[in-house]
């Protein structure tokens, strides 16, 4: 039988599929142009395709700061279960 040990800093696995949830919208969304392949409404004499756009890219920007947030923590935690030091652990 083999010896399966609990990481200590618990499994990053979880967290993993997090930045994967928060990163298909910014893939997927853009993809699906039916739904933005229109004219109206207008927002400020910008028709809806034009502003959706740049709503978009603001959205995935978000989307994507919030998901490295994470896998940065899923890093440190499959570093610190492997006994791999991180950077700013002990001296430099």
Do not use: N
Not at 15 to 20: D, E
Not at 71 to 85: C, I, L, P, S, Y
């Amino acid at each position: 039988m083999t010896d399966v040990r609990r990481p200590e800093g618990g499994s990053s696995r979880g967290l993993w599929a997090v930045v994967l949830v928060l990163l298909a919208p910014a893939v997927v969304v853009p993809l699906l142009v039916p739904l933005y392949d229109k004219a109206g409404p207008a927002l400020w004499g910008f028709p809806f395709f034009y502003w959706f756009q740049f709503a978009l890219i603001l959205g995935s920007a978000f989307l994507t700061v919030t998901a490295f947030l994470f896998a940065r923590e899923a890093t440190r935690r499959d570093r610190a279960a492997r006994g791999v030091r991180t950077r700013g652990e002990g001296d430099r």
